[in-house]
């Protein structure tokens, strides 16, 4: 059973630069598939941030693009997010995904982790 | 942009069917899949690529897309169906994209 399980700081200040990493266990993420990550600001709707195939295609939403990079670390069988010059606006609980993807489009997203709270503010 | 447009809100009352639309441009010509989120928990995804239920996932739940809509459908609803339910596709310009979810309430 694949289990996805975000780490990472709580709290990032304005124009900082918020960094978190998903831990997957039950799958190598070398295997196949792509992985990401989704948001949702407190009390509203999900927005996707992006999906990347280890060694492949990377799909980021061109809202978000300018300030978003996706990793892996293949012998910890973890990926990150990094966003930079975070505000306000970025405060949401933060899931990382596990996407069924062609090379030109994502299609569902079969697995999520639990969740972690970012809050920007100084 | 695109989007996906959905009700605030449904209601239904304890097994009958609730029908959840969601709307957008050609819709029917794109997958769309549907997620489950109840209070405080992940999204878990309960039909893909139109009508696909994952394994796990009951029966009562099935989907449809034709035209511009596609419609979760929820036959004999329990009460543990109430939760907030959103759309998603994939479109050229957006990418992923979500509908603004729908929260279903089992009277």
């Known amino acids: 059973q694949v289990q996805l399980q975000e780490s990472g700081p709580g709290l990032v200040k304005p124009l900082e630069t918020l960094s978190l990493t998903c831990t997957v266990s039950g799958y190598s993420i070398s295997s196949g598939y792509y992985w990401g990550w989704i948001r949702q600001p407190p009390g509203k709707g999900l927005e996707w941030i992006g999906n990347?195939?280890?060694?492949?295609?990377?799909f980021y939403s061109p809202s978000l693009k300018s300030r978003v990079t996706m990793s892996a670390d293949t012998s910890k069988n973890q990926f990150s997010l990094r966003l930079t010059s975070v505000t306000a606006a970025d405060t949401a609980v933060y899931y990382c995904?596990?996407?069924?993807?062609?090379?030109?489009?994502?299609?569902?997203?079969?697995?999520w982790g639990q969740g972690t709270l970012v809050t920007v503010s100084s | 942009s695109y989007e996906l447009t959905q009700p605030p809100s449904v209601s239904v009352s304890p097994g009958q069917t609730a029908s959840i639309t969601c709307s957008g441009d050609?819709?029917?010509?794109?997958?769309v899949c549907w997620y489950q989120q109840k209070p405080g928990q992940s999204p878990v995804l309960v039909i893909y690529q139109d009508n696909k239920r994952p394994s796990g996932i009951p029966e009562r739940f099935s989907g449809s897309n034709s035209g511009n809509t596609a419609t979760l459908t929820i036959s004999g609803t329990q009460a543990m169906d109430e939760a907030d339910y959103y759309c998603q596709a994939w479109d050229i310009s957006t990418a992923a994209v979500f509908g603004g979810g729908t929260k279903l309430t089992v009277l």
């Open positions: 990347f195939f280890h060694g492949g295609s990377t």
């Open positions: 050609k819709l029917g010509r794109k997958y």
């Open positions: 995904t596990r996407a069924y993807c062609s090379s030109t489009s994502c299609y569902e997203f079969d697995n």
